[in-house]
């Protein structure tokens, strides 16, 4: 498991790794369509952002560059 906090990413090869999910966020989690979620990425962020910055901030410098 990773998690990105802020700019950082933690892995749990690399040290213990707690997350605590709301009821609403673990069935969100459960229902993931990994053929649309290929990566498994779940985030939250503040209320604020635009799809556009969600979208930069979740990516790693390990994804593929998306398809155009």
């Known amino acids: 498991m990773r998690v990105k906090i ?3 990413w933690h892995d749990s ?7 605590q999910v709301s009821e609403g966020e673990q069935l969100q989690i459960a229902q993931m369509d990994r053929t649309v ?5 779940f ?3 503040p209320e604020d952002w635009t799809t556009h910055q969600a979208i930069d901030w ?5 994804d593929p560059e998306p398809q155009a």
């Open 13 to 19: 090869r690399d040290e213990p790794i707690c997350i």
């Open 58 to 62: 979740m990516r790693d410098p390990i």
């Open 37 to 41: 979620a290929k990566n498994g990425k």
């Open 6 to 8: 802020g700019n950082q």
């Open 43 to 45: 985030a939250v962020f």
